[in-house]
Structure formats: C-alpha cells, structure tokens
C-alpha cells in the first residue's frame, strides 16, 4: 500500500508504539508479540499489525517483533533518526516549557535560537526580538518553528516562517494559521483537547478505546 493510502489514525499512532517499544528496551526484553504490544498499549493485536503492515513486514510469525529492529524501522518512518533545527517564538509559559522539555534534545531536535516581543536574557538563554526573526532565518538553516504566541501576532509568524525557509510548524497559538504549499503545520489547541476531554466525560458512552 502506497503512504498516500495511510490514514491520519494509523500515523498518528506510530508515535505511541515508538514509546512503548523504548519502554520495553530499556528493561532489555529483545522480542514481542503483537499480542504482547496489544496488552500494552491497549489497541488491539490485529490493529497493531494492519498499521505496520503499511509500512513493510518486520516480524515473523511464531516469533514476533525484535524489538530493536522495530524501534529502528519506525525511527526512520516517523523521522527521529535525523536531527532537527528549531526556533521558538513566544517565551511565555508555554513556550518556556517547551525550551525546557529535555526529551526534545534526546531525540535530536535541537533548539537555535528563541524570540519574544522584547529581548531579554533568562537562566543565561538569550531570547531574541521577534523584528530579528526574518533575518535569523535567512543566514541560519532551520527546519522547524514553534509558534507560542498571542493568536493576534501568530499568522504574521506563520509567515515569516514560511518566507524564511522553515519545512514545518508547530502551532501552540489557539488559532487555525494558514501556510503556504510544501509547509507542514501541526497544531496543538489546548483548550480543544480539554473540550474533548470533558466531552467523553459527560458522555461515556461515546467512548471507543
């Protein structure tokens, strides 16, 4: 099946057998069943092998998955085995959150510079003007912005983003942004996934795990 076929459900999902699969090589177990990955994560055996049957045949039957082999394989698929060049704009709570999220660097991404509307230093981090951000990305190479600012500036930062080479964005600002073609956006709306939340709360029924 060609990666065009692939849902959003079935990427979206690669992620979490990515961390159960690192949790499960830290305790040096070398192989696991589908069954076993089923029990872990919550999804369903079957399902667990659709979605990797997608991207190629990594285990064998009888003997399951290597678990490093597999951590490997979906490493290159999700793109973890590359490093990444960040900016982050918006040093407020959430962005100096974000800065501060160790894991991030572990992976690979790799922060180059931060910007806020007035320049500033904190913990010895240089934060840097926004009106800087244009030409920083002219004479830097980045791959990734984050967007943690006030909705009312954030499409105005999509854009100098897109103008300045950026590959992809990531939006933390509670708005839809729009971007231009060959730019990918992931955003992240807090108060949506609150909203979900408390949907499924008020409505158990509607819940499919």
């Not at 029990?39 to 369903?44: K, W």
């Not at 931060?114 to 230093?121: I, P």
Request: hydrophobic residues 35%; aromatic residues 12%; charged residues 25%.
């Amino acid at each position: 099946m060609s990666k065009q076929n692939i849902s959003l459900s079935v990427i979206k999902r690669l992620p979490k057998y990515y961390r159960y699969l690192e949790s499960i090589n830290e305790k040096g177990i070398i192989r696991v069943s589908s069954k076993e990955l089923s029990e872990i994560t919550g999804l369903t055996a079957s399902q667990i092998r659709q979605d990797l049957n997608h991207f190629g045949c990594f285990g064998q039957q009888g003997y399951g998955y290597n678990v490093k082999e597999l951590i490997g394989e979906l490493s290159k698929i999700i793109g973890v085995d590359k490093s990444y060049k960040i900016v982050l704009i918006g040093y407020g709570n959430i962005g100096h959150a974000l800065y501060q999220y160790k894991s991030f660097r572990d992976l690979g991404y790799e922060f180059e510079a931060v910007f806020d509307k007035e320049e500033f230093t904190h913990e010895e981090l240089k934060v840097q003007k926004i009106d800087d951000l244009g030409d920083f990305l002219k004479n830097n190479k980045v791959d990734i912005g984050i967007i943690a600012t006030p909705k009312t500036v954030a499409q105005e930062i999509a854009d100098i983003l897109c103008e300045g080479g950026i590959k992809g964005i990531w939006n933390f600002s509670p708005v839809d942004l729009k971007v231009k073609n060959g730019v990918v956006i992931e955003s992240v709306h807090l108060d949506e996934s609150l909203f979900t939340l408390t949907y499924f709360m008020n409505s158990p029924e509607d819940f499919i795990f």
